[in-house]
């Protein structure tokens, strides 16, 4: 296997074998675009979502532009999550394997020993850091990480980043970096409450918008289950009773939401985790983990799960509410029916989601509704309302494209037999007022008229 298709994109040999270890053998969009900008030194905003191969559109051009002579930190990757700097750095690792310790690179996130990471930046800067803005910053502040000669910056899942509120501890790190900077942003949307940050650090920068060639799995199997006005808590588990998954990720909208899922599925006895922002990083770490190993066959989490984890093993997704953003849907099942397996999407359905479902299904997802009756999983008819959501199917044309010919009768000698006029009840009484009317109003305008 061989990753030659990158080498017209300025990626050399010996780092196309880093490729080939990753399992990647030929550049997609989003990589055909910006990499040999990036490896130009032009500031980049990457808008893509999940699938798109945007991390290797990054980690590639950087490790590239690595002067291995100079020992110090040359460019910084950061993102909002713990779980998203850790799965980034092993990407980067994957990378810089051939380089044989040449190319050396850390992680710095929180929930991790502070005191070891300071002393182990005071005898060696590595060329490439990741890791979240707020552990960087505190180890910039302490004299530890030395920033001011990183020449490039990623900000990973930017649009998280602001909703988080973690782009002032973005700003921050940057302002900290050398002055001549190139910026690389990754976002699935672009909001305008952004546009001032991009505006402070980034030079005409490159804007590629990339959406995958599938917006939503192709094979996932989308499922709405109706709550008809009962407990929402109880539909859900009567829902997972009929269920048997290797691993199922429960979305809820917010950390207090999914603490309810969580404690109640918990005290049906099922083996449960939650995943969200409200957990200190030492307790993520551990849940990660825990689905790791298969200790757990339910994860409920926020969309904190939904961007850019890699989750493995994800048969089935259950939405308990949807997401007011419908990509996020999108990400959510993205978490199934992968590497060519098959996937459930299972989402608790309510009147107020039917707007929702619509736009979805002219994205091209098609929704069943479906009860678990007596042991079994029956397709049940749509609620009162829900009809915007069909599929409506086009009408077939005649194949000959020919006008169709007149019927005729032969009764009528070849002619088309007319039909009767429809005429109304007492239609004869109601001709001979309005006649008489008529009649009195000429006489009286003769007599008018003789005078």
Not at 37 to 62: E, H, M, R
Not at 75 to 100: G, H, W
Not at 159 to 183: C, N, P, T, Y
Not at 276 to 292: D, I, N
Request: net charge positive.
């Amino acid at each position: 296997m061989k990753a030659d298709n990158f080498s017209r994109l300025g990626i050399t040999e010996r780092l196309q074998k880093g490729l080939v270890d990753a399992g990647v053998t030929h550049p997609t969009e989003i990589q055909e675009r910006l990499i040999p900008a990036i490896l130009n030194k032009k500031d980049v905003i990457g808008q893509s979502q999940t699938g798109t191969g945007k991390t290797f559109a990054f980690l590639l051009p950087i490790v590239e532009s690595i002067d291995v002579e100079q020992k110090q930190v040359q460019a910084i990757i950061t993102a909002p999550t713990r779980e998203l700097c850790s799965q980034l750095f092993n990407e980067l690792k994957k990378l810089i394997a051939p380089y044989e310790g040449e190319v050396e690179a850390q992680l710095f996130v929180g929930g991790t020993d502070r005191a070891k990471q300071i002393q182990k930046l005071s005898s060696n800067q590595p060329h490439v850091i990741v890791g979240t803005p707020g552990r960087m910053n505190d180890l910039i502040a302490n004299r530890a990480l030395l920033a001011h000669t990183a020449t490039t910056l990623v900000v990973d899942e930017a649009d998280q980043m602001l909703d988080m509120g973690f782009i002032e501890d973005v700003d921050r790190l940057a302002s900290s970096m050398a002055e001549k900077l190139q910026m690389l942003v990754f976002s699935a949307t672009v909001p305008e409450k952004l546009q001032p940050f991009l505006k402070k650090y980034m030079n005409n920068p490159r804007h590629v918008h990339v959406t995958p060639e599938t917006q939503a799995a192709e094979r996932v199997d989308h499922r709405l289950v109706p709550v008809r006005h009962r407990d929402k808590i109880s539909v859900l588990k009567e829902t997972i009773s009929g269920l048997t998954p290797y691993l199922a990720i429960v979305f809820a909208n917010t950390k207090e939401q999914a603490d309810l899922i969580a404690n109640a599925l918990a005290e049906e006895g099922l083996l449960v985790d939650r995943l969200h922002g409200g957990l200190p990083p030492r307790e993520r770490k551990k849940v990660m983990k825990r689905v790791e190993d298969l200790s757990i066959q339910y994860l409920v989490a926020t969309d904190l799960a939904a961007r850019g984890i890699d989750i493995k093993g994800v048969t089935h997704i259950i939405n308990f509410e949807f997401p007011s953003d419908l990509d996020f849907y999108i990400h959510r099942v993205g978490r199934t029916a992968r590497a060519g397996a098959d996937g459930i999407a299972i989402s608790l359905y309510e009147s107020e989601d039917e707007a929702a479902c619509a736009k979805l299904v002219k994205r091209g997802i098609k929704f069943t509704f479906v009860e678990w009756k007596q042991g079994d999983w029956v397709e049940v008819k749509a609620p009162v309302g829900a009809k915007r959501m069909k599929h409506k199917p086009e009408q077939q044309k005649d194949k000959t494209d020919k006008p169709k010919e007149k019927q005729t009768d032969a009764r009528t000698g070849g002619k088309a037999k007319a039909k009767p006029k429809k005429v109304k009840p007492a239609y004869k009484r109601k001709a001979r007022t309005a006649n008489e009317k008529r009649q009195k109003k000429e006489s009286r305008v003769r007599s008018r008229n003789s005078k």
